[in-house]
């Protein structure tokens, strides 16, 4: 067997609620997913990783789980799952789905016990607490999506934890029991036969059991991270994990970190410490904050943008770094980092260079490889998801005026990420989507980006995502290369080289909207070298010490 095959794997994340719909519904599905597969082929990713298909009542679309067992009807049934393995392996690529154990739904049959009384069976899977003499609640933390992270059940004259929404319980890890049901969970999962797991906010596991207080100075969303991010035993759970059951396998682990630093996220993706293979990270996701966190207009500093992946690139060099610029969480890149009007083909390139270039598993959410930007929603009313309502009222009750509102709601919300796929450019036809009015709202880009289109067009953002994954699975010096950044204090162009046994690697990225240049090491271009890919149409003809660079204009050159 192939080892650490992740290591020069992309990966394609699918939102299947959004990707195909086979039956009519207005809702993706697994069929339809199975039915795209020659698409994902083309493209020639590796892996799939599917955001949750279980069964769940859909308050936080698909991260609220009502049993692990089950696929949520509306997505399919086993069988579809299974068909969907067996296809995928026959042309190469592998699945993995998305483990949510941090919390459940609070429809699982444990928290409906759990909650009943303070002895029952389940009394412990979650985490409940007395309330503070004054009746009033254990912590002063706040959930992500708003409102207290506590709520109160008079059954049990208890508050339970909910770092999410409340109907999304936390689970207690600390619970030997509930680990052996979670361990059998996932046993089950890859005797199913799928390939590894994206493990949500997995980081969170571990409650600090003195619950402290969060400083006033926290955001009151992000509060609850002071006790339960990185927690006093999460290696510890998770090496147990990897004990039990990971080991046992040939899969791929990807956790999710919020609000960890490089040096913690090595301690997770170091090989001897057998925990997880890497983790997302979300340093350059928080380059553009402002007053209400995620929610604001302002644009990220390139200086930023180069500090924080190298610092990620240099401190994981004895880990495992994964490497992407969206997901379903996050804005669409091309509208965040570079230019979605003049320059949005060259700029989605030059992006998808930077990053797959870079040391690490580079991860492809669903559109990014059409350079789908983000959703002119007409009123954010439309906007479905959980956290965006939440900050659109409290933007409205704070009395922030409608254009800022609506402004940071089209450049932040996770609603851009999850518009339906665009198939086609026919809007009678669903955009090749769905016949039925979608659960969610089209891009009215749909006409103009589209895979059809893409397809049909040599000089697509699609074919060069082809030729970079294709890139990757050639050459070495792009796995396992390291990383050097140059011309750090360039305020235009990210330049960096990557260096594996006699070979070097320069990667030249521009993030200007005029034509600009950047200088480059004598002694390299002294080398014989050749351009591996380039987001204009001519490749420079030989490079000069002071290289000329159109706008966003991105190459890469290998030099022996
Ligand atoms: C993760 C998921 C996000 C979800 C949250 C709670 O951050 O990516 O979509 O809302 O966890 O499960
Ligand atoms: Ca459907």
């Not at 679309?61 to 692990?68: A, L, M, T, V, W």
């Not at 789905?97 to 919390?103: G, T």
């Not at 929603?377 to 439309?382: A, I, L, N, R, S």
């Not at 006699?502 to 004598?522: G, H, I, M, R």
Request: net charge negative.
């Amino acid at each position: 067997m192939e080892k650490d095959w992740w290591k020069h794997s992309v990966v394609y994340q699918v939102y299947p609620q959004s990707f195909k719909d086979s039956n009519a519904d207005g809702i993706g599905d697994l069929k339809g997913i199975i039915e795209k597969l020659p698409y994902l082929a083309t493209l020639g990713i590796d892996v799939i990783w599917l955001n949750p298909i279980y069964e769940s009542p859909g308050v936080d679309n698909g991260y609220d789980i009502s049993d692990y067992y089950k696929i949520d009807p509306k997505y399919g049934q086993l069988d579809d799952l299974k068909t969907l393995l067996e296809e995928a392996h026959k042309i190469g690529i592998k699945v993995i789905l998305d483990l949510v154990v941090n919390h459940t739904s609070d429809k699982h049959r444990w928290f409906e016990e759990s909650k009943k009384s303070q002895d029952n069976p389940y009394s412990d899977y979650y985490i409940w607490k007395d309330p503070k003499p004054d009746g009033s609640e254990p912590t002063n933390w706040g959930s992500t999506f708003g409102g207290s992270a506590w709520e109160y059940v008079p059954e049990r004259n208890q508050y339970y934890l909910h770092c999410f929404a409340k109907e999304q319980p936390d689970l207690n890890w600390d619970n030997p029991k509930l680990r052996e049901e979670i361990f059998q969970m996932i046993d089950w999962w890859f005797q199913f036969g799928i390939d590894g797991f994206r493990m949500d906010v997995i980081t969170l596991i571990s409650k600090d059991l003195n619950y402290p207080d969060a400083p006033e100075s926290l955001p009151y969303t992000k509060s609850y991270y002071i006790g339960a991010s990185n927690g006093p035993r999460v290696h510890e759970y998770l090496h147990e994990l990897n004990e039990k059951v990971l080991k046992r396998y040939d899969v791929m682990t990807v956790g999710e970190a919020p609000n960890t630093n490089a040096d913690q996220a090595l301690r997770y993706t170091k090989p001897e410490n057998e925990e997880l293979n890497m983790v997302f990270h979300f340093d350059h996701m928080h380059l553009d904050y402002g007053r209400y966190g995620k929610f604001s207009d302002v644009r990220f500093k390139l200086s930023e943008l180069k500090r924080v992946l190298s610092e990620w690139q240099d401190k994981l060099a004895e880990g495992w770094n994964s490497l992407h610029w969206s997901n379903h969480d996050q804005p669409r890149a091309v509208t965040r980092f570079g230019d979605d009007s003049v320059y949005r083909v060259e700029s989605a390139k030059m992006l998808a260079t930077l990053l797959h270039m870079m040391k690490g598993t580079p991860y492809i959410f669903q559109g990014e490889e059409l350079g789908m930007k983000n959703v002119p929603f007409e009123k954010v009313e439309d906007c479905q998801d959980i956290e965006t309502q939440y900050f659109l009222q409290l933007m409205k009750e704070k009395g922030e005026p409608e254009s800022y509102i609506k402004e940071s709601m089209y450049l932040k919300s996770r609603d851009n990420a999850r518009t339906p796929f665009p198939w086609n450019g026919d809007a009678n036809d669903g955009y090749g989507f769905s016949p039925s009015k979608p659960w969610i709202a089209y891009s009215s880009d749909n006409q103009f980006i589209n895979a059809e289109s893409a397809l049909e067009d040599e000089g697509s953002v699609f074919y060069y995502y082809k030729q970079l994954i294709a890139l990757r699975h050639q050459l070495p010096i792009i796995v396992h290369g390291d990383y050097e950044l140059i011309n750090e204090s360039d305020s235009n162009v990210y330049s960096y080289l990557r260096t594996y046994e006699n070979q070097t690697l320069l990667v030249v990225c521009s993030f200007a909207d005029k034509p600009t240049y950047v200088d480059l090491p004598k002694e390299l271009l002294e080398r014989s070298g050749r351009c591996l890919i380039h987001n204009y149409p001519k490749e420079p003809s030989s490079l000069n010490v002071k290289q000329e660079l159109q706008p966003y204009e991105a190459f890469v050159y290998l030099f022996d």
